[in-house]
């Protein structure tokens, strides 16, 4: 008869055991359908358009006029609604800055009236510089960068028709900095060198610098969603 096994030969078979099914049970839990966080392959599909992460303020909530002594009135800001499709433009990087440029305007000054509501008096966006590249089937832009005092000189892309779309066939991303001052019953305020990146394709994303932007650079990604947000869906 083979003698017990002593309790320091149990635990040491034990030690042994666990990195292995450690390993392995992460492995187990990994759910493959999960996009990588870091990501820059952007899937529309896994994409909810039901909903979308953007300010919208009630209109009912925003309607009022200041009267002043001598009988002028200063009325507070109108909320504005956001672009539902790319404009028209000579370029497939031009129509999807333009749009970005359109949507920014629309996401601040929403997200104003939805912080201070009535009391909003004025509002300025001023785009001082910017760049947009296509993005490539393989996830990366394709060095054809336009920037703000450039010519966007590329050819519309197109679809089985022949028609021009209205983005490249996996996106492009467009980086604006700009300076935003408003002005609300409490004071003015301006924030220099802000930064937003957009993927406009058939999903729209953003997402902002957190510090004070010098260029008009693709940091942070949009396309990894540990930096963005759903805005909007144009599929």
Known sequence: MR???SRRSLLATVAAIVPFTAGCSEAWFDD???PAETSTTVTPESYDCTDLSRPAPRPEATSSASTFEDGSAEQSLEP???PSTLPDAETTTGAATQYAIEFEQAYRQNALLVEYGD????FDLSVTDRQSSPVGADGETNGNVTEANAAETEEPATN???SATGSGSNGTLVSLVYNLTTETTDGNNTK???RAVYYVGEVVLRAVYDGI???PTF????RERAHSELVACLR
């Open 80 to 82: 504005l609604e956001y």
């Open 192 to 194: 220099w060198g802000v």
């Open 3 to 5: 003698p017990p096994r």
């Open 213 to 215: 932007a010098n260029d």
């Open 32 to 34: 493959p359908e999960t």
């Open 119 to 122: 009391q909003t008096r004025t």
């Open 160 to 162: 089985e028709t022949g």
């Open 219 to 222: 940091d942070p990604d949009p």
